[in-house]
């Protein structure tokens, strides 16, 4: 139990084009997702939390403009990279965490795979 | 403010070998601790956590971490490596007191098993 996916698990893309990655959560409702971003032989970034149904909470330092972030149902958000620049390659990490899950797993955050992103 | 350390970049030890996996914490309240098991190319794999009760903590594939609050540590351990153990591991800490959701990770430690 408490699987996380990403779609796609890498993607490459011309510099000013749009990016979409989703972030499901399988088997469990994720009251909150997270996004990271994780550079090169680097720790996670935290950029935004959300929670289901409403907007997102971001970190200092991350453009919402840029990262908008959609936590429409209790399986799914999205991160959109808007007008992608190569700076932005990285690898996207999602997590969820979810309030219903059985066994004291409520705490524990879910990770998804992962999706590598290289813009040209 | 939420923190934490791994001092070591990299651990290398021998297969067959008892391994050992640092991490420091430091939070206002008291701390949800996590430890991630991360293989290339992928995301984190959850490994085990403490929240409270017993100091010691068993995880996945034969994982234990150890809370030691005076220490402010929680160090991560296994009685034998094995080769298949080598991946980048991420200690990571919530503070229970600020009621905050996210995880604040270490740096991260590369564990290198030597056949």
């Known amino acids: 139990g408490a699987v996380v996916s990403q779609h796609p698990s890498w993607v490459i893309c011309k510099s000013g084009t749009s990016v979409k990655i989703e972030c499901r959560s399988l088997d469990f409702q994720a009251t909150t997702m997270f996004w990271y971003r994780q550079f090169p032989k680097q720790s996670l970034m935290l950029m935004a939390t959300?929670?289901?149904?409403?907007?997102?909470?971001?970190e200092q330092g991350v453009e919402k403009d840029k990262f908008l972030i959609n936590h429409a149902s209790l399986t799914l958000s999205t991160l959109t990279v808007t007008s992608a620049h190569p700076e932005d390659s990285s690898f996207y990490i999602c997590?969820?965490?979810?309030?219903?899950?059985?066994?004291?797993?409520?705490?524990?955050?879910?990770f998804g795979p992962g999706t590598r992103l290289t813009v040209l | 403010a939420q923190s934490v350390a791994q001092p070591e970049d990299q651990v290398n030890v021998a297969e067959g070998n008892p391994l050992t996996v640092k991490c420091t914490y430091s939070?206002?309240?008291?701390?949800?601790l996590f430890w991630y098991v991360q293989y290339p190319n992928r995301g984190l794999q959850f490994l085990l956590k403490?929240?409270?009760?017993?100091?010691l903590v068993k995880g996945s594939y034969g994982f234990e971490a150890e809370f030691n609050k005076s220490q402010t540590s929680f160090h991560l351990k296994k009685p034998s490596a094995l080769v298949s153990d080598s991946a980048l591991y991420f200690c990571?800490?919530?503070?229970?007191?600020?009621?905050?959701?996210?995880?604040?990770f270490g740096t991260g430690t590369r564990l290198t098993v030597i056949p």
């Open positions: 403490y929240i409270t009760g017993d100091n």
């Open positions: 990571a800490v919530r503070d229970k007191g600020t009621g905050a959701n996210n995880l604040f």
């Open positions: 939070v206002s309240g008291n701390p949800y």
């Open positions: 997590s969820a965490r979810g309030a219903s899950l059985a066994g004291g797993q409520g705490d524990t955050q879910y």
């Open positions: 959300s929670n289901e149904g409403s907007k997102a909470t971001y």
